[in-house]
């Protein structure tokens, strides 16, 4: 079972920033591995932009 949820990516963004910012207690660092995290789940296919459909 599959479960989908609809998440703004600037809600994406925030939350990844936050947790690697509190793991790593360095701002240029979150926001590199916030990036690196999201463009991770946009190639594998576990994110997808506001209106792109799955394929059949």
């Known amino acids: ?14 939350v990844f ?3 690697y910012l509190a793991l790593y207690g360095d701002e240029e660092l979150a926001a ?8 991770e789940l946009l190639a594998e296919g576990y994110v997808r932009p506001e209106g792109e459909v799955e394929a059949a």
């Open 1 to 14: 079972m599959t479960r989908r949820h609809t998440v703004s990516l600037g809600d994406l963004v925030s």
């Open 17 to 19: 920033y936050e947790e």
């Open 32 to 39: 590199v591995a916030a990036s690196a995290t999201l463009n």
